[in-house]
């Protein structure tokens, strides 16, 4: 398996392929059989990430405005 820390083209924003992860991807990791996945610094199986960053908000349900009166 390699790692290589991933670029974002300026013009696409590239999420996290595993299913339910709504993060951007960090690293793109190709294994022996030369199957590519972009994965965040929380799926990576990379060890050379430092730490991995809590999300930024955490659900937007708790802030939902009520409707007008």
Known sequence: MEYFRFDHPPDRL???NPSNCEDIADYLEVS???REDFVC???TSSER???VLP???PSAEPYRSRPAA
Request: hydrophobic share 35%; charged share 20%; with cysteine.
């Open 49 to 51: 990430h430092v730490s």
């Open 41 to 43: 610094a929380a799926h």
């Open 55 to 57: 999300k930024g908000v």
């Open 14 to 16: 590239t999420l996290c």
């Open 32 to 34: 022996e059989e030369g």
